[in-house]
């Protein structure tokens, strides 16, 4: 990274910890969320379901601003965790990871449903008449056969993650070195004269980390289906 700034630098990094962190929280929530949509009926269902995948179709200026107000530390939970524990997300690189985790959920979630609703019911039904309970036939069954939705659902959410601008720069502003990810770096490289160098070095990164992500994706998806096949 020689041929980058401090400042560039700090964003980069900055980037890959709070999408590193949203994958890392969101992950078993997406893994549970999979699992009950994806494998059981219940009043509501469509409601819960829609709930999940509304960051999808949703601005993403508007997921931050929905943030904002709950989140922040005047809204209904950021003021009661602010209050309580001193916790304060807005503005903070924290809350940049709670944005980017809201906005990348569906990703997940849609990767790993398709992979539970995939799985063959049958071995649910023989583990159950052999004694296994739900978490049992989670752990021993449903989440061997989903790795392949798991692994490309996070590393394309990951993808994602670092790319996000909307949510973000409304929940958490941008501030460089504490919340000035890599798109909010290029935005506001834009913004200066003579900054177009430093945003196609930018953007150049973000591009190749995109790419190599989904090309990660694809290949780790391949490689546990084909292991799981010679099982």
Not at 142 to 150: D, F, H, I, N, R
Not at 161 to 180: D, H, K, L, R, W
Not at 186 to 202: C, K, M, N, S, W
């Amino acid at each position: 990274m020689e041929f980058l700034t401090p400042m560039e630098t700090t964003a980069l990094l900055l980037s890959l910890r709070v999408a590193g962190v949203a994958i890392a929280l969101g992950l078993p929530v997406a893994v549970l969320a999979a699992w009950v949509l994806g494998r059981y009926s219940f009043p509501g269902k469509t409601l819960v379901d829609g709930l999940v995948h509304l960051p999808l179709v949703l601005p993403p200026v508007v997921t931050g601003y929905i943030l904002l107000v709950t989140m922040g530390t005047k809204g209904v939970v950021g003021g009661w965790l602010y209050q309580t524990f001193g916790i304060k997300l807005i503005f903070t690189a924290e809350g940049a990871s709670l944005a980017v985790a809201v906005t990348s959920f569906p990703l997940m979630v849609r990767a790993i449903r398709l992979s539970v609703e995939a799985i063959d019911g049958g071995l649910e039904a023989a583990a159950r008449t052999l004694g296994a309970g739900p978490v049992d036939r989670f752990f021993t069954i449903l989440l061997p056969l989903m790795a392949p939705g798991l692994l490309s659902g996070a590393i394309v959410a990951f993808a994602a993650a670092m790319g996000e601008f909307g949510a973000v720069i409304t929940f958490v502003s941008n501030i460089p070195g504490q919340t000035q990810t890599l798109p909010l770096a290029i935005y506001a490289a834009t913004q200066e004269p003579g900054g177009d160098a430093v945003a196609a070095r930018l953007a150049s990164i973000s591009f190749g980390v995109a790419l190599i992500a989904l090309m990660l994706s694809e290949f780790l998806a391949h490689r546990v289906r084909r292991l799981i096949g010679q099982t």
